[in-house]
């Protein structure tokens, strides 16, 4: 698709994390896409150790120096009101796509408010099913209630000042359009096939697992670690689990208990994690909360079966045969449906691979400069 009209684009996030992650690697893609297309102009402000500014072609980055969030070092706090204000003076972009849900909305609807510049949103995190709910839940329910009711409030009042907001699966936008969330489009994220592609010898015959993710309960880690004996009990396999996050101590501890569990803390680079997509037989999810997957999508590519909870946009993936969904918080059920793939590995794996074929980077970035021209049109 050629883009002959000009167009500035300007995403902003604090969720840059120096070790990967989701948003930054729909970020690094959607550079990637720009830079084939000298016609757009895209700016990325995003938070830093310091300040800088790095010019590549048709693409610039502010980094912006801030401090890391209090008791982790994976994300920094991006509050830099001025800052952001002067960039978007200068810069003056046509489209704003903001990459958080908490003060950085507010300080680019504060700091464009003297400018003819829509604003929109990529629903990356799922606030309430990942934070909200799982913290308040102990609490018992009519708490428990208030306080998810309250989160979708502001997350409803918040959205609804977007001139539009992409998700990535119809599941997700049909939740948010039932809490009074309109403007949205359905936008799937997307996958590089020249990075993650299938392996071209035969895998080894002992069967491998792999989950590759952040080491909290929001990605389901507790779960996982808590259905291990029964993952172990039913499958002679390994499990391979990749990650840093607050419960790296309780992984190092399981892995003391179970030796066919491998830990990595981290990896060097892409082709490492390429090997461990292309070594895995199934790639699990144990979260309920996810509002995509990009690494189930990574696995899939290279020919990897996956495993999901039921009624979460992760069971998605696995209507196109690419693999099963067991019933969310049993343990018995996971380990079970583990077996069910690996009885028939190979036909799983060809239909996640398959079914991995209709994502591609290039699909999702078309899309949203398609809406985004048609926003311009709407000034």
């Not at 204000?85 to 046509?94: F, G, S």
Request: hydrophobic share 40%.
């Amino acid at each position: 698709m050629n883009f002959q009209k000009s167009i500035t684009i300007c995403d902003i996030t604090t969720f840059w994390s120096e070790n990967g992650g989701g948003i930054r690697s729909y970020l690094t893609a959607k550079q990637a896409f720009f830079l084939q297309h000298p016609s757009l102009k895209h700016i990325l402000i995003i938070p830093g150790k310091s300040n800088e500014v790095i010019v590549l072609k048709n693409t610039k980055i502010y980094i912006l120096k801030a401090p890391y969030f209090p008791f982790q070092q994976s994300y920094r706090i991006l509050f830099r009101p001025f800052a952001i204000r002067e960039i978007l003076r200068k810069e003056q972009p046509n489209i704003i796509e903001v990459g958080s849900l908490y003060f950085i909305p507010w300080i680019c609807f504060w700091a464009s408010r003297k400018q003819k510049v829509n604003i929109v949103t990529y629903f990356h995190s799922h606030i309430v099913n990942s934070y909200i709910s799982p913290f308040f839940q102990r609490f018992g329910t009519s708490l428990h209630r208030f306080a998810k009711q309250a989160a979708w409030k502001y997350l409803s009042s918040l959205h609804q000042k977007f001139d539009h907001v992409f998700v990535a699966t119809s599941f997700l936008e049909q939740e948010l359009q039932d809490h009074q969330i309109k403007n949205t489009s359905v936008v799937p994220l997307g996958v590089d096939h020249a990075v993650f592609f299938p392996a071209e010898t035969e895998k080894e015959p002992r069967h491998h697992l792999l989950f590759v993710g952040r080491l909290n309960k929001e990605k389901g880690v507790d779960f996982l670690l808590q259905s291990l004996d029964d993952i172990f009990a039913h499958n002679d396999c390994t499990l391979t689990l990749l990650g840093a996050g607050p419960m790296r101590k309780e992984v190092e501890e399981a892995q003391k208990q179970f030796p066919s569990l491998v830990y990595l803390s981290s990896i060097k680079n892409k082709s490492e994690l390429l090997k461990l997509y292309q070594k895995a037989d199934i790639f699990l999810v144990p979260g309920t909360a996810e509002t995509f997957g990009l690494a189930t999508l990574e696995a899939m590519a290279c020919k990897t079966a996956v495993v999901a909870p039921t009624e979460t946009t992760s069971e998605l993936f696995t209507l196109e045969g690419a693999g099963e969904s067991y019933q969310k918080n049993s343990s018995r059920d996971f380990a079970e449906k583990i077996q069910t793939v690996l009885a028939e590995k190979e036909k799983y794996k060809t239909a996640a691979h398959k079914a991995s074929q209709n994502f591609s980077w290039n699909k999702t970035f078309e899309k949203i400069l398609f809406i985004y021209q048609n926003l311009e049109q709407e000034i």
